[in-house]
């Protein structure tokens, strides 16, 4: 095998052990049995189990928030664009199983990037704005869009990891709800919310 077909495979087999066992489970030694190679060979390509995970982590960030940011980048209204983002995030869970499930694992002690959080983060970001222009609209405050950003993205990362383990429904369906939810409670927001109990 040549260096960058070794590199590759060593990816492939890293993935599935991550995927299957998490960072912590897996060692250098059964990577390199897996890909019927000498320890030596994984330090020499990424100088660690540390580095093969973060190679790992980064196309799997890079193939979900790429997904993402297609869907938003389409245009249309806001509900077409909360929808398009809901399936796009159901879609790379579809596709890409090993991959989610590496980025819900616990990372390794230490990193803060490459976790579901920073990854959940940069959407947010993403749809930030997209909510801040919708809220205009409303004669809501825009100024409150970071704080529905990281609700709408958290939700639909919790029900992305519920499909995962049940695929009761299918990925329409799934989708449907999410936005329904997400939606009608964005349409019915009051402009100052205020909780009706007391402490």
Do not use: C
């Amino acid at each position: 095998m040549s260096g960058p077909e070794r590199r590759e495979q060593l990816i492939v087999v890293g993935r599935r052990l991550f995927a299957d066992k998490g960072f912590e489970a897996t060692t250098v030694e059964e990577i390199a049995a897996k890909a019927n190679v000498s320890k030596p060979v994984v330090y020499e390509h990424f100088g660690g189990k540390e580095g093969l995970y973060a190679v790992v982590v980064d196309r799997e960030i890079s193939a979900l928030l790429g997904g993402i940011s297609t869907a938003l980048d389409e245009g249309g209204g806001a509900r077409v664009l909360l929808e398009r983002a809901t399936l796009s995030l159901l879609d790379y869970i579809e596709v890409s199983s090993d991959g989610f499930r590496i980025l819900v694992r616990d990372s390794p002690t230490g990193q803060s990037t490459g976790t579901l959080s920073s990854v959940l983060g940069d959407v947010a970001a993403q749809v930030e704005h997209l909510l801040a222009a919708e809220f205009k609209t409303r004669n809501l405050d825009p100024k409150t869009a970071a704080i529905h950003a990281q609700m709408l993205v958290g939700m639909l990362a919790l029900t992305g990891q519920w499909w995962l383990d049940q695929r009761k429904f299918k990925k329409d369906q799934v989708a449907a709800h999410l936005v329904n939810l997400a939606w009608n409670g964005l349409a019915g927001l009051e402009r100052h919310p205020r909780l009706v109990s007391t402490r």
